[in-house]
């Protein structure tokens, strides 16, 4: 009776055997005539593609890694600054150039001062200013920026110490 039962089972394998092949081979073909997503994708600044979407190294950005971190803020800005202490408003003219690595900004005559001050990439579209002494009385102690996503406004805020007082102000750069 186990032979008849072997034999049945056997035979009903057989029959659908034509049927499995053709099934194995179409899902083998299938699968084989995908394409590479990242095949025609061109990564720049030894950004990597990886399913489709380039994964940009440390300081560049962009669909294709092909904007350095900086370049949203380098240019010419119109600064507006609030003195929180007595609301007296500042307005000067500030240039911002790459500072040779890619996440490191000179700040050129930031506080309408004629010294330059350092900024250094936090995240994608912020920074933070470092301590710098501008003369013999005045010391930028810390300060941050974070830009809008269209790269035309800048805001955020810095101390500074004159003489003894120290003092909070908030600025806007505007192109």
Known sequence: MLNICRRIVLHRIMKLFPFLTCCLSVSLLLTSCSSDVCEKISCKN????????????????????????????TGSWAVSETNNSDTTIAKYDLNVVNYRTQDTLFLLGFADSVDTVFAVRDKYNTFTLKERVADTILTIQSGSGLIDEDAQTVTGLYTFKKGSQITTVNFTWTR
């Open 46 to 73: 030894n950004g990597v593609c990886v399913d489709g979407i380039c994964a940009c190294p440390y300081g560049y950005e962009g669909e294709f890694c092909e904007n350095a971190w900086h370049d949203k803020f």
